[in-house]
């Protein structure tokens, strides 16, 4: 998975090379969009999970973005369900914003609430939350199909230490670091 995820980087970092036509735009602009993604977790046997998202992001000048975003987030694994809503603030550079195809590098912090469900001896936990802040780092390229949509992918690395029971995995593991991978659509207004 993660020599997939290697490759599509690397595809993401070299795209303007196949369809770059320069183009004019705003310099500033807002945007709102929803994304659909895939997420695995460092160490845990989920075989990944799906993702859904909607992001809110501030075009303010031509190579850099501010964008906010909600993702829901729900993984099965071991006998546990967790399900979590993460709070990302972001701040995306433009590499070449004066395309069709602009790729970008993301980076930013965020605000994770996990709920977890889980078995022992019989019964079942459903009350445990964990609050925790982490940071996200990665890349993306931003497809412009017109002047005012957009079709985006996106792949980042998450760092999060949550507080998580060890009866609930069964092994003390604090660190829910992970991949997660997106495709989405932006509209301006």
């Known amino acids: 998975m ?19 036509a320069d ?6 602009y807002g945007y709102f969009g929803v994304r659909v993604g895939y997420m695995e977790i460092d160490g845990i046997e989920d075989e990944g999970s ?4 909607f992001t809110l992001g501030f075009r303010v000048s031509n190579p850099v973005a501010i964008e906010f975003s909600l993702d829901y987030h729900s993984s099965d694994f071991s006998a546990v ?6 709070f990302q603030a972001s701040l995306l550079l433009y590499l070449n914003s004066n395309s069709n195809v602009q790729p970008y590098l993301v980076g930013g912090g965020g605000y994770y609430i996990s709920g977890y ?6 019964y079942k936990y459903t009350d445990f939350t ?13 497809i412009m199909l017109g002047d005012y949509s957009t079709i985006t992918f ?3 690395y998450i760092a999060v230490d949550e507080d998580v ?19 989405g659509a932006k509209f301006r207004f």
Do not use: C, M
């Open 2 to 20: 993660k020599k997939l995820l290697f490759v599509i980087l690397v595809g993401i970092l070299f795209s303007p090379f196949l369809y770059s």
């Open 23 to 28: 183009i004019e735009r705003e310099q500033a």
């Open 50 to 53: 799906a993702n859904l998202g």
């Open 81 to 86: 369900d967790r399900t979590t809503y993460a």
């Open 117 to 122: 469900d889980y078995w022992v001896n019989g």
């Open 130 to 142: 964990s609050h925790k802040f982490g940071g996200h780092l990665g890349a993306g390229v931003d």
């Open 154 to 156: 996106d792949v980042r």
């Open 165 to 183: 029971p060890e009866e609930a995995l069964g092994y003390d593991s604090k660190t829910f670091d992970g991949v997660l991978a997106t495709v």
